[in-house]
């Protein structure tokens, strides 16, 4: 079995063989069974077997008895289907403030290393694409794996990205604005290079392996130091023309309020994130307080704490409630570390949901109401989706 059977299985089209569509279910999914493999695809039962007899002869597809745990609780069912682990790696790549997350996946969803490169604020992309090389390296050369078997690498970016890979506006990071991902990392890794907006990774992330697993329609909402967001529709990202889709936090609810660092007043991102909470808990303790603070001093009884939580719940409420009048979706997951504060974030963010949107839950019956609940991959999210995108093959997860 080599490599390139498996890369041209991968990159089949969609009306192409059993077998390219069973492998690209595999990549996707991870370890599935033959009848889920078969609801997926759309493919009879029979030809599903027929196909993996094939493939299992030549050693693409294994089947899968174990559990393994990866990284923070990421793992494979057991006794399924699954791609052969030897069959390719994926690398994913988390581009934040001032470091590179690197992670790096086998085909059966395994996660076998992760790297972090420290660097300083405002780093230059071309000095990222070297670093992140040599990180890559360094994970295979001390794991034993193949570089040739490296398949793909996904990159999430803070900021939205077109669908060719320009980063439009970067949030976090000013010196990647109008850069192409894939222009950077494409000629110093040698790789194809999928790139996707961090909030976008962070719904892969979800629907790969976390509370969207199954769900083929959803909104994430990500509660952190700012607002992010994404829609999956049919299994697919809505990214937008130009990969401004779920950009929730810049939805603009007073005209006449602060400047946000867009460029727009009164931005949702303003209210509902836990920026300036945390500034005004600082600003009457008088020391400085994290997220993490934040929520413990909050558990503890700390009534302003607690106060500042909830307040960032109505907002975020009132701003889902929006979107909720906009696309009525089955699930929201609430993610972002603010999600960590569970149900002293939920409850006053389901009652203000409740209140803001136009279909109340008590009008329909149980199975037509849009369920709120938290993600489960709040801290790794856009690095897991990173590696996701990348297994996923251009983040359709169809
Ligand atoms: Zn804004």
């Known amino acids: 079995m080599t490599k390139q059977l498996l890369k041209s299985l991968l990159v089949d089209t969609p009306a192409g063989s059993p077998e390219g569509l069973i492998v690209r279910c595999l990549s996707q999914r991870g370890a599935i069974s033959a009848a889920q493999i078969s609801k997926l695809t759309g493919l009879a039962r029979s030809t599903v077997s027929t196909a993996l007899t094939g493939l299992r002869r030549s050693g693409v597809v294994v089947e899968s008895y174990s559990v393994d745990e990866g990284i923070k609780g990421v793992g494979r069912p057991a006794a399924t289907l699954a791609l052969n682990p030897e069959a390719g790696t994926c690398v994913g790549i988390h581009l934040s403030l001032d470091e590179i997350r690197v992670v790096v996946a086998d085909v059966s969803h395994s996660f076998i290393a992760e790297k972090t490169v420290t660097l300083g604020l405002d780093y230059p992309p071309d000095r990222a694409a070297k670093l992140t090389k040599a990180a890559i390296a360094e994970c295979y050369d001390e794991n034993s794996l193949p570089v040739s078997g490296l398949l793909g690498v996904g990159v999430s970016v803070s900021g939205p990205v077109s669908p060719e890979g320009v980063v439009q506006r970067a949030s976090i990071v000013p010196t990647w604005a109008g850069v192409n991902i894939r222009d950077v990392f494409g000629p110093v890794l040698q790789q194809p290079i999928f790139a996707a907006n961090e909030s976008n990774c962070s719904a892969i992330a979800e629907m790969m392996w976390g509370a969207a697993v199954g769900c083929e329609d959803f909104v994430l909402f990500k509660i952190d130091l700012g607002v992010g967001g994404a829609i999956v529709q049919q ?145 790794n999210d856009s690095l897991l989706g990173a590696v996701g995108l990348a297994l996923s093959h251009h983040g359709m997860l169809k």
């Open 235 to 379: 299994g697919r990202l809505v990214t937008g023309i130009a990969g401004g889709a779920g950009e929730f936090g810049h939805i603009s609810i007073d005209p006449a309020g602060d400047l946000c660092r867009c460029g727009n007043r009164g931005c949702l991102e303003l209210y509902a994130s836990f920026k300036r909470p945390l500034e005004q808990i600082e600003r009457v303790k008088g020391f400085r307080v994290t997220m993490d603070d934040a929520m413990r001093m909050a558990a503890e009884g700390d009534v302003g704490a607690l106060r500042m939580i909830e307040d960032t719940a109505e907002f975020a409420g009132r701003g889902l409630g929006i979107i909720g009048s906009i696309i009525n979706p089955p699930l929201i997951i609430i993610g972002g570390r603010m999600a960590l504060a569970g149900d002293m974030l939920l409850n006053p963010l389901i009652a203000a949901y409740e209140r803001h949107t136009l279909i109340k839950s008590r009008d329909v019956t149980p199975e037509s109401r849009t369920r709120i609940i938290k993600g489960k991959h709040t801290e």
